[in-house]
């Protein structure tokens, strides 16, 4: 085993090398950042869970195994901390808006830029109108590049039963963002 690999550093973490925690931290921090950040859009909530997700590889560090891959194992940690922390607290539901005058500050651009931008945003609002669970899948599979395998392993459900909720997933994504385009062409 390459004595850099994840696996590798967290062995050496499970017998009280702490100091490799801190590459792990390194490699680890900004993955998991973007996906607290994707489910609850609060920088400050999503740097409180991924410390969390650290403490706890410390405090459980003996638990650790080393089968499958390191990513799956430090995800779904990151999920059971994200869903502690939402259990614990009451998620405030923030009504998601159409903002009138986003194109007003970009009436320079090149109207090929705005279309983009206008798309990002509205994948954007399509994605945060995603039940937890739905989102969950599509920010693991699209965004921090899991297969769904992984995913499976991480939500603790067969790889047929993902590939069914990210299908089911996009579908929706697709309808929420036409139907938001369509209520933006009536502004």
Request: with cysteine.
């Amino acid at each position: 085993m390459d004595s850099t690999s994840d696996k590798a550093l967290m062995m050496k973490v499970k017998k009280g090398d702490l100091d490799k925690l801190g590459l792990l931290f390194e490699r680890y921090n900004r993955p998991l950042f973007s996906f607290f950040y994707r489910m609850c859009k609060c920088t400050d909530t999503s740097e409180d869970l991924v410390q969390s997700v650290f403490e706890r590889i410390l405090k459980y560090r003996e638990t650790y195994t080393g089968d499958g891959k390191f990513s799956t194992w430090i995800f779904s940690i990151a999920r059971n901390a994200h869903i502690d922390h939402y259990r614990k607290k009451q998620r405030e539901a923030v009504p998601v808006e159409i903002y009138e005058n986003r194109l007003e500050s970009e009436e320079t651009e090149e109207p090929e830029v705005i279309n983009k931008k206008e798309k990002k945003e509205l994948l954007e609002i399509a994605l945060d109108r995603l039940d937890d669970e739905k989102r969950e899948v599509v920010i693991l599979s699209r965004f921090e590049g899991l297969k769904y395998k992984e995913i499976a392993q991480i939500l603790d459900t067969t790889e047929g039963a993902i590939k069914t909720k990210m299908f089911r997933a996009l579908k929706e994504i697709k309808d929420l963002v036409n139907m938001l385009s369509e209520e933006c062409s009536y502004e």
